[in-house]
């Protein structure tokens, strides 16, 4: 076994000169590590003589680079004396990979640092706003094939997404609007009290519940509920590359993963809006027979004076538009997913953020066309 490395620091030319000996190896680590560390350097320039080693490994080359950075970071200017010609390449290979020096770029005022961050955000949100706008137009494309050749049509995984998009989400949208009419109506009695209009509660329940509440709290359930499990089930087919072998087979995942869920989404979420709809109006007659002192009867009687036909379609009539982008939003970061579960759950995260904020920004933007035609 070859003898211990060691490292004896010493006088040399126009500085100091440390000469270093023996094996620096993973054997003897642990008694070479203290030596290095006792080497100082001040502003001096410091040469490091490796003519001596006769065995080294990584783990030694890293000891004595590191020696080295340190001086460096001292102030002091290092040289070296190259080992012998047999472990130059690895030392080479060892000082080659060290660290890159750290930047430390002028100091800039908060407000440009802010400024900056901005620019980027903005540029970064306008991307992804074209890339989703492009998908788009390649999902309109493929509906558009759809429609000249229903046979491309996979109606079987159409009927599976409706079961568990509308069917199965049945349960929890009712409950929501049930409690949601109920909140209304208390809230609405209790404040109109005061003038002694409670009869007018049941106006503003069927009015809130069918325009908005109704479709507006069914969209945001679905957008939490089936945008992200279209995320996540398409990112994790993203991960296992089984998106990649759909395209070496010469299927189209447009066709066969996006443009079933999305049917699938359009056609439920209307009939879940319904549904939501008449538990919201029953929550709030319930709430109502026992807060405005009218029977059951006098309810239904009241609400078909307060509301019509036009108010129901004014709510049912955003319900395609919000399914289109909630399934749109879901598909497209899905298939933004690359290679890792954490990107799956962060883009799982991002589709139900991205699918709620679209829902409220286009439920405004309708608000002001009903209100500009006078609906």
């Known amino acids: 076994m070859d003898e211990a490395g060691w490292v004896k620091a010493g006088p040399g030319d126009g500085g100091e000169a440390w000469r270093f000996g023996g094996a620096w190896t993973l054997a003897h680590a642990q008694a070479l590590d203290p030596l290095t560390v006792r080497l100082g350097a001040g502003r001096a320039d410091v040469t490091l003589d490796l003519s001596q080693v006769a065995t080294l490994d990584t783990v030694g080359a890293w000891l004595i680079v590191r020696a080295a950075e340190r001086a460096g970071e001292a102030g002091a200017r290092v040289a070296w004396i190259e080992p012998p010609e047999t472990l130059r390449p690895l030392f080479h290979r060892v000082l080659d990979a060290g660290p890159e020096p750290e930047l430390h770029p002028e100091r800039r005022a908060w407000f440009v640092d802010w400024l900056a961050d901005l620019g980027e955000h903005t540029e970064g949100v306008g991307t992804r706003a074209l890339d989703m706008l492009a998908f788009f137009g390649a999902l309109i494309e493929t509906l558009a094939k759809i429609v000249v050749n229903p046979t491309r049509l996979r109606a079987t995984s ?5 079961e568990r998009t509308g069917l199965n ?22 404040q109109l009290r005061r003038f002694g209009a409670q009869v007018f509660t049941i ?13 507006l709290l069914t969209a945001i359930v679905i957008a939490g509920r089936s945008g992200s499990a279209f995320t996540a089930e398409i990112g994790a087919m993203q991960v296992n590359e089984e998106v990649d072998a759909l395209r070496v087979t010469g299927l189209d995942p447009m066709e066969v993963l996006v443009a079933p869920r999305v049917i699938a989404l359009v056609i439920a979420l209307p009939l879940l809006a319904f549904f939501a709809d008449m538990m919201g109006l029953l929550g709030g007659g319930l709430m109502s027979v026992a807060l405005v002192d009218v029977s059951f009867g006098q309810y239904w009687r009241l609400l078909n004076n307060a509301v019509n036909l036009n108010t129901f379609i004014v709510g049912i009539v955003k319900a395609p538009v919000f399914a289109l982008l909630i399934a749109m939003v879901g598909c497209f970061e899905g298939l933004q997913v690359s290679g890792s579960a954490e990107s799956v759950g962060r883009l799982t995260t991002r589709s139900v953020v991205e699918g709620i904020f679209l829902v409220i920004i286009f439920d405004a933007l309708f608000s002001i066309l009903f209100s500009y035609l006078g609906v």
Do not use: K, T, W, Y
Not at 158 to 162: A, P
Not at 169 to 190: E, H, K, R, T, Y
């Open 169 to 190: 989400a049945m349960p929890i949208v009712g409950m929501i609007s049930f409690l949601v009419g109920v909140v209304l109506a208390f809230q609405g009695a209790d």
């Open 203 to 215: 106006n503003m329940v069927g009015v809130s519940v069918l325009r908005e509440m109704g479709i």
């Open 158 to 162: 159409v009927v599976s997404h409706l």
